[in-house]
């Protein structure tokens, strides 16, 4: 199977570690030119020394609570470069806990960082690709767009509303030849995995251990994702054999999500 994604150039968000950077690695290793996107340029240096294929990969740092700040950035680096085909929509989520006592604060900052800055990028980033007749939009959210995961209540209610941006975005640009869809990662093997577990642990009385256990056990496959294995779907979506698959979300969850 071919890719087909040789030269074009890919903005992948979150993409110091976990998912992000591992879509990032796969996308540079099919010869696509990969721009970072994080707030931590040391960590953003460190990675793109990692990238292979070495040839056009750069960075931008930005704060994601800055949308404003964000788009600025992303518009003055295509004005001087080039820009995107690909836009990779990753941001770290919103801090665990259940809904009645989440904060006004955490809802508007969860808003700010997965819908502001993605419909921003969006606005930054569809005019190249409408030129070029050729986008690919990829969010990687959450299974909870399907189905509510407790104790992540903040979380639940923007990844829902992510989703719904997303499919209608879906089917204003398909007649430009640029899709949306969204991965939805399960378990994954991530430092947001291990907050959520001690969290969990501490609720249901159990050691790290013997939680990640029990958590393991609530997918058919009885184990967590690796980042790469996300980071495949992220890639197919983003290539020319997924250009008639558009406004979808796939989870990638061991088979733990039960509707269809």
């Given amino acids: 199977m071919n890719l087909n994604l040789n030269n074009k150039n890919a903005l992948v968000c979150g993409s110091t570690q976990g998912i992000g950077k591992s879509t990032a690695m796969l996308l540079a290793s099919e010869g696509v030119n990969v721009t970072l996107v994080a707030r931590n340029r040391e960590k953003l240096k460190a990675v793109l020394t990692e990238l292979p294929n070495q040839k056009n990969h750069s960075y931008i740092v930005a704060d994601f609570l800055n949308p404003r700040e964000l788009q600025e950035q992303v518009i003055k680096f295509i004005d001087s470069n080039h820009g995107f085909h690909i836009l990779v929509n990753n941001t770290g989520g919103p801090r665990s806990g259940d809904i009645l006592n989440a904060s006004l604060d955490e809802f508007e900052n969860a808003f700010t960082m997965h819908i502001k800055c993605n419909h921003v990028l969006a606005q930054a980033t569809i005019p190249f690709m409408k030129k070029e007749g050729f986008g690919r939009i990829v969010n990687i959210i959450s299974t909870s767009v399907k189905e509510p995961i407790p104790m992540l209540g903040v979380s639940n209610t923007i990844r829902g509303a992510v989703g719904n941006w ?76 997924a250009s008639y698959i558009n406004g979808i979300n796939i989870p990638v969850d061991g088979g733990r999500t039960k509707s269809l």
């Fill in 166 to 241: 997303s499919k209608t975005l879906s089917m204003e640009v398909a007649p430009f030849g640029i899709t949306v869809n969204n991965v939805l990662p399960g378990f994954t093997e991530t430092e947001r995995l291990k907050e959520i577990i001690n969290i969990k642990a501490i609720i249901e009385d159990k050691t790290p251990e013997e939680m990640t256990e029990t958590m393991k056990n609530y997918a058919p496959a009885k184990r967590f994702a690796s980042p790469e294995e996300v980071a495949n779907a992220v890639v197919f979506l983003a290539s020319d054999c």
